[in-house]
């Protein structure tokens, strides 16, 4: 079984919204920073956003600033990618990544993309009119 799982992918028509969820298979993400990243077909897997475990830190790939947001819900123990103002290019499997727990306050307020190694499986944006 996969560590983390998503869910909320679909189809939209361009200028849509979609909400993404991402938790733990038997485990809360409250002390895990995390990111999602997208592979579109036919291209590699690219970084889309990273959040710190306290929060306190985001990131975002240019394409997407200004029209996605990733947020946790630590009450339930859930990142959440908004995806606003869809495009046709946004169209990929978006796919949520978290590294080791983290306790410390420096560690929590991390966020890096290539210590990301515990992946879910994926769910599918598709964006057409």
């Known amino acids: 079984q996969a560590p983390v799982v998503e869910s909320g992918g679909g189809s939209v028509q361009p200028g849509g919204s979609l909400r993404l969820s991402c938790v733990g298979s038997?485990?809360?993400?409250?002390?895990?920073?995390a990111s999602w990243f997208r592979q579109a077909p036919g291209k590699e897997r690219e970084a889309v956003a990273c959040i710190s475990a306290s929060g306190d830190k985001t990131d975002y790939v240019d394409s997407v600033k200004g029209r996605f947001t990733i947020s946790r819900e630590n009450a339930r123990g859930t990142i959440r990618l908004h995806l606003n103002n869809l495009k046709p290019e946004d169209t990929a499997t978006y796919f949520c990544?978290?590294?080791?727990?983290?306790?410390?306050?420096?560690?929590?307020?991390?966020?890096?993309?290539?210590?990301?190694?515990?992946w879910g499986k994926g769910t599918l944006v598709t964006v057409s009119a």
């Open positions: 990544a978290i590294d080791g727990p983290k306790y410390t306050a420096d560690s929590r307020s991390a966020c890096t993309y290539p210590t990301m190694d515990r």
């Open positions: 038997g485990f809360t993400l409250r002390n895990f920073a």
